[in-house]
C-alpha cells in the first residue's frame, strides 16, 4: 500500500494538529512491518526544511510566548478559592517558563519528539530523487493550469510527477494532503477528478486523498488504535502465519520485548501454538517454551477452557522434549 504524505502534513506536528505524534508512531510500525510504503519526494523534505522554524515560531507564539491573564476582580477577593486561584495561576507560569526552556533547547537541537519522527520517516521512506524531467513536466502542467498547482508554484505539481514517476504501474496510491490544489472544489475531502482520472489513465489504478493522517489510518487500518498494540497485533499475526521455524523465533524474540498483552493478544497468540504446526513442533526450544508459558502463566483466568487445554498440551509436550 502506497502512501505519500504532503509538507504540510508534517509541518503540522510542529504546530496545532488534530492528529497526535501517535499517528506518525503508526505509520512508522506499519512501515517497519511492510503493511506499508511511505513514498519521499527530494521537494517535500525541502519544503520541510525551509517551512519548520517558521511554523514552530507560529506555534511558540500561540503557546509559550502568551501568558495567562493572571488579574483578579475585586469581587472575587476575599474568597479562599481567590488564593487558590492566583496560586494555581503562578504555577501555571513557572511550568509554562520550563516548558519553553527545554522546548526551546530541544528546538535547537533538531530533538523534538516530532523531528524524532519525522527523520525516522525519511530515513524509512522510499525516496524519489528530484529530476530534470520533473521539473519540465511539472512546469508545462502550472503553465497549462493543470492540477495541482496554485499561484504559479511548482511545489505541488513536482510532487505529482514525481509520484506518476516512481509509483509501479497497477498499484494504488493514497495520499494525505491538506492542500486544496489536490481537492475538488465540489468536495474537499476528494481527490480533483482531473488528478482521478489522470493516475488511472497512466496509472491504471487508484489515487486517493485523505485530508489527516488519523483519517487514513482509521479507514485502512481500524484496527490501529495505539503504536504499540498495532506492532504487537503484527507480530501475532506473523506468528500465526509463520511457515519457518526462523520466523517462529524472529517474532516470538520481539514479542517477549513486550511487558504484557491484551486478553485478546493472550488468545490469539495460544490459537498459533495450537493450530500452526511450525510453531508448536519447536514449542521444545527454551524461547518458544519460555514465552507460551509466560502468556499462559499471565493469562490463564481470562483464556478459554477449552483452549487452555490444547495450550498446555503443547506446552507440556515442549518442556517433555527440553
Not at 476582580?73 to 476575599?78: D, E, I, K, L
Not at 493478544?265 to 519447536?282: H, K, L, M, P, R
Request: a negative charge; glycine letters at 4%; hydrophobic letters at 40%.
Amino acid at each position: 500500500m502506497n502512501l505519500f504524505i504532503d509538507t504540510n502534513v508534517l509541518l503540522n506536528f510542529f504546530h496545532f494538529s488534530k492528529d497526535s505524534l501517535e499517528e506518525l508512531d503508526k505509520v512508522l510500525v506499519l512501515q517497519n512491518y511492510g503493511k506499508i510504503s511511505i513514498w519521499l519526494t527530494d521537494q517535500v523534505e525541502l519544503e520541510f526544511s525551509k517551512n519548520r522554524e517558521t511554523k514552530i515560531a507560529d506555534a511558540l507564539k500561540k503557546f509559550l510566548d502568551e501568558k495567562p491573564n493572571s488579574g483578579i476582580p475585586n469581587v472575587a477577593r476575599g474568597y479562599t478559592e481567590c488564593d487558590q486561584f492566583i496560586e494555581a495561576m503562578k504555577q501555571v507560569n513557572s511550568s509554562r517558563e520550563q516548558l519553553k526552556e527545554k522546548v526551546r533547547k530541544d528546538i535547537s537541537e533538531k530533538s523534538l519528539f516530532a523531528d524524532k519522527l519525522v527523520k525516522e520517516i525519511f530515513i524509512k521512506s522510499t525516496r524519489i530523487k528530484f529530476t530534470e524531467g520533473q521539473f519540465n513536466s511539472a512546469k508545462r502542467r502550472v503553465d497549462l493550469r493543470s492540477p495541482p498547482e496554485k499561484n504559479n508554484s511548482l511545489g505541488d505539481a513536482i510532487n505529482w510527477e514525481a509520484l506518476l514517476e516512481a509509483i509501479p504501474n497497477n498499484q494504488d496510491i493514497f495520499i494525505v494532503s491538506e492542500d486544496g490544489d489536490y481537492s475538488s472544489p465540489l468536495d474537499a475531502e476528494r481527490l480533483r477528478d482531473f488528478l482521478t482520472e489522470e493516475w488511472l489513465t497512466r496509472k491504471n489504478s487508484k489515487a486517493v486523498l485523505y485530508k489527516r493522517l488519523l483519517q487514513f489510518l482509521s479507514i485502512k487500518f481500524p484496527d490501529a488504535k495505539v503504536a504499540a498494540k498495532l506492532e504487537k497485533d503484527i507480530l501475532i499475526s506473523e506468528l500465526a502465519s509463520s511457515t519457518s521455524f526462523a520466523t517462529t523465533h524472529q517474532v516470538i524474540s520481539e514479542l517477549n520485548s513486550f511487558p504484557s498483552f491484551s486478553p485478546k493478544q493472550a488468545s490469539e497468540i495460544a490459537d498459533a501454538y495450537i493450530t500452526n504446526q511450525q510453531v508448536g513442533w519447536i514449542a521444545s526450544d527454551a524461547n518458544v517454551y519460555d514465552f507460551g508459558k509466560k502468556i499462559q502463566d499471565a493469562h490463564s483466568a481470562t483464556l478459554d477452557p477449552a483452549q487452555q487445554k490444547a495450550f498446555l498440551g503443547v506446552l507440556a509436550i515442549g518442556i517433555l522434549n527440553i
